[in-house]
T-cell receptor
Framework: DAKTTQPPSMDCAEGRAANLPCNHS???????VYWYRQIHSQGPQYIIH???NNETNEMASLIITEDRKSSTLILPHATLRDTAVYYC???????????????FGKGTKLSVKP | NAGVMQNPRHLVRRRGQEARLRCSPM?????VYWYRQLPEEGLKFMVY????????ESGMPKERFSAEFPKEGPSILRIQQVVRGDSAAYFC???????????????FGPGTRLTVT
């Protein structure tokens, strides 16, 4: 089972920031937080990941609380094309053993509205 | 650099036939993962392979399903004697060699949609 809890759905106005929360209260010290999204009928797309520091890339920012029990994915200026299901996943690094797979929960269905 | 490629994109099989799904990882990637997504459900892990080795097949049904990733050529997910319940989207992902956090991203292909009639 997924180790994360996310709201099932959220709405966001086009051009505004979308803030997607994720709870991972049982995260262990060596687990990273990953975010993927799946636009309708397409393969999942990697967005960002982090361990304990906040991270930013061209797609999004990831804010992780100091106790690492929760995080927030921020899409700074949401567009209609950002409408998708967003998955928050926690996992240990893959050192070639049996920890390779991603465990997808139900995610948050983000609807960006004009 | 081409992304992960899967073919066919759509596959229709009658009950009892065999389905072969192909996945070509991104250039330089030696790790392949297969996931299945049933209608209106999330993705479920099936199998993780490196070249010529199955690393983890804990998500693979015990019967009728098999996977390989030969030294040359694409990874193949094979489903024998398909049943209606096998109808789903099958996604393949690849990643570079492991060992550094930046290599942990999995890059997904567009999927193969299998319909069993």
């Amino acid at each position: 089972d997924a180790k994360t809890t996310q709201p099932p759905s959220m709405d966001c106005a086009e051009g505004r920031a979308a803030n997607l929360p994720c709870n991972h209260s049982t995260i262990s010290g060596n687990e990273y937080v990953y975010w993927y999204r799946q636009i309708h009928s397409q393969g999942p797309q990697y967005i960002i990941h982090g361990l304990k520091n906040n991270e930013t890339n061209e797609m999004a920012s990831l804010i992780i609380t100091e106790d690492r029990k929760s995080s927030t994915l921020i899409l700074p200026h949401a567009t209609l094309r950002d409408t998708a299901v967003y998955y928050c996943i926690v996992r240990v690094p893959n050192y070639g053993g049996s920890q390779g797979n991603l465990i997808f929960g139900k995610g948050t269905k983000l609807s960006v509205k004009p | 650099n081409a992304g992960v490629m899967q073919n066919p994109r759509h596959l229709v099989r009658r009950r009892g036939q065999e389905a072969r799904l192909r996945c070509s990882p991104m250039k330089g990637h030696s790790h392949v993962y297969w996931y299945r997504q049933l209608p209106e459900e999330g993705l479920k892990f099936m199998v993780y392979l490196q070249k010529e080795n199955i690393i983890d097949e804990s998500g693979m049904p015990k019967e009728r399903f098999s996977a390989e990733f030969p030294k040359e050529g694409p990874s193949i997910l094979r489903i024998q004697q398909v049943v209606r319940g096998d109808s789903a989207a099958y996604f393949c992902a690849s990643s570079p060699q492991v060992g550094a956090p930046s290599s942990y991203e999995q890059y997904f292909g567009p999927g193969t949609r299998l319909t069993v009639t």
